[in-house]
């Protein structure tokens, strides 16, 4: 399993290299059930979606990011409750987890929930996509005193629906752990000559890329393990095409490889353009 340290992540923020300590974590044994109950709460809640309206109700898990955050949102009109939790686990209860505060815009949506009695939020803004399955955008970590911060504490990151009577959390992947940490230079990728720059996509500038549990993400991502498969024929690694979310996501990755050599990247975005990344030199 490969879990690199994403590009200009702030280093006051641990990255959770560990990622079978998650796991552990994440599925412990049959302590105190109240943190479950409370992320269960609306489960089998109406979370079908119309023109009129998306309905965002239920379990959601937020990846490729330092914690295995977890939500269970519930919705009532335009306002948004439930309870979160920085890793879905009974002993986090005890020091960041607390209720949801928030509220969905059309397919706009606002929360956050405090750590514990730290003092501190994590604050999500996310746009949710068309058919309700996903969402995507910016998570903040906003400090006692500083609730207006603007800084995301990584960069803008993806969420996916779970069913937690089955499992506290995202089903992991592993096959595909062992396949994408077999790929050598994904820290080191720049947007080819024959590719126009555009969303925020520069030449001469390098791009990464982060893989953890079966999920790719980074600088071109992200992707969990059950929207990423391995083509036949050419054995490239798929990423999508997953719903569009926030603008600044990309909906597909397409990585290239020879053995465990990454050869190029082939990255579409949400407005259909497509850009095309070679390993630096």
Known sequence: MLLARPRHLPGRYRVLFAGALALNMLHCGDGDKNWQDDLQASDGADSST???GLRISGN?????????????????????????CCIPDQVAENYCCGPIEGSIDDNQVSFSFPLGDTGDRYRA????????????????RDHEGEADSTAPISRKGAWLRYDSFERNWLTTYPELADELSSLEDLSSLRLSADSEAGDGFVHDQEYGLVSALGSVGGDLGPFWGSEISVREGDGAIVAGPVPATDPGLPVSLVLHRSGSTLLDAE???ASGMTYHFEVAP
Request: aromatic fraction near 12%; charge should be negative.
């Open 267 to 269: 990255m579409t975005m």
């Open 50 to 52: 119309s023109r009129a």
């Open 60 to 84: 959601w898990g937020l990846f490729l990011f330092e914690d295995p955050v977890a939500v269970n949102l519930e919705q009532a009109g335009e306002e948004l409750s439930g309870y979160g």
């Open 125 to 140: 803004e996310l746009v949710v996509s068309e058919d309700g399955t996903r969402m995507g955008g910016s998570f903040f």
